[in-house]
């Protein structure tokens, strides 16, 4: 993998100045002004880019009642999975018009797409980079659609384990992707100092010799600071222009003042200081709940042909069904029984798969 590159001319790597993403995330409520005043806070706060997100809910999930895609807990306790992503998707009429503002005001945008209509899109408008969310690090069909456009990855590992690291960085390295920077990320809203485990950017950097940055979602920026110790070239920290504004990730978002902030408490760096962790290797609640798997999107036939227009890639409550990364297996095998619509797909419902499923 290579320890520099560049996104916009501008170099990302351990000889260079951290690089710092505004992340928008849902947090323009919905309002293109709100979008749009944002990217220019987040220009005067001295960040390098501004990061939106580009999906709709079907492409995240399926539009179910089914307890399972319940939320249960943490930010968003009580919402449906469905509702919650209509609400803080980023409408895709505004994607021109906040990629130009960016230029014109010379501050990047890029953002994560989380299917390949959404990749289209995002290349249709010239995207210098894009971002892989923790979820979709092993949907290894929109990875590889993804670092087929040549263009810089950042990806975040905040429900990977170790092995999935390794696994996904050798599967874009057989295809000559290069120019990869891995996120460490605790996939909690918000995560604690103390299970931050920051030592974890240093090994990522030596165990895959890869540009290793941070995805923070503590409180505050004082976990950030500390990850510049453990050699972290590349930072994303959620903001909002005020948490009293509400807003799907605003309780763990910055406030414009805070987005300025670089030096912060020992205590809360010391805290964060201690011990190697994954993601996907903690107990923490957020761990691995919604993995990208296969779920039928129509009712099947036995015999039927398996193929995007009756199963879906999706975040599967509770890691059910078998994982995109064997999207070569299951994409024109034919169904060995009848299926449901909305059921996840198991290997035993596939007439002699190519390849036996992994374990773990």
């Not at 760096?269 to 993601?279: F, L, P, V």
Request: proline share 5%.
């Amino acid at each position: 993998m290579k320890k520099e590159f560049a996104i916009d001319g501008r170099m990302i790597g351990p000889a260079h100045p951290p690089y710092i993403i505004a992340e928008i995330s849902g947090n323009h409520n919905h309002d293109f002004n709100r979008l749009i005043k944002m990217i220019d806070v987040a220009k005067e706060a001295g960040a390098d880019a501004v990061k939106l997100q580009t999906y709709t809910a079907d492409s995240l999930t399926i539009d179910s009642q089914d307890d399972r895609f319940m939320l249960k807990g943490g930010t968003w306790d009580g919402w449906n999975l469905y509702k919650l992503y209509e609400k803080a998707h980023t409408p895709w009429d505004w994607h021109e018009k906040a990629f130009a503002h960016g230029r014109a005001i010379g501050i990047t945008v890029f953002s994560s797409p989380f299917d390949m209509a959404a990749v289209d899109l995002l290349e249709s408008l010239n995207a210098p980079a894009y971002k892989v969310a923790s979820n979709e690090f092993t949907d290894w069909a929109l990875v590889e659609y993804i670092a087929s456009k040549g263009k810089p990855m950042i990806m975040s590992t905040g429900t990977s384990t170790k092995k999935d690291v390794a696994d996904t960085l050798d599967f874009l390295k057989k295809r000559g992707k290069e120019d990869v920077c891995i996120l460490h990320c605790v996939s909690a809203y918000p995560a604690k100092p103390e299970d931050s485990h920051l030592p974890t950017i240093t090994d990522i950097a030596q165990s895959f010799d890869v540009i290793a940055g941070f995805s923070d979602h503590t409180l505050g920026v004082d976990v950030s600071v500390a990850a510049v110790m453990a050699g972290a070239c590349v930072f994303e920290k959620h903001f909002t222009l005020d948490r009293n504004d509400g807003g799907p990730d605003s309780s763990f978002s910055l406030e414009p003042q805070e987005l300025k902030a670089l030096c912060q408490s020992v205590r809360a760096a010391h805290a964060a200081s201690e011990g190697i962790q994954y993601g996907g290797d903690t107990d923490l609640k957020a761990k691995n709940i919604f993995p990208r798997c296969f779920w039928t999107i129509a009712d099947i036939a036995a015999g039927e042909t398996l193929g995007w227009n009756n199963i879906r890639s999706i975040r599967s409550p509770g890691g059910v069904g078998i994982r995109t990364r064997e999207f070569e297996s299951v994409i024109g095998s034919r169904a060995a029984k009848p299926m449901k619509k909305h059921q996840p797909v198991e290997w035993g419902d596939i007439e002699s798969p190519s390849r036996k499923a992994k374990a773990g």
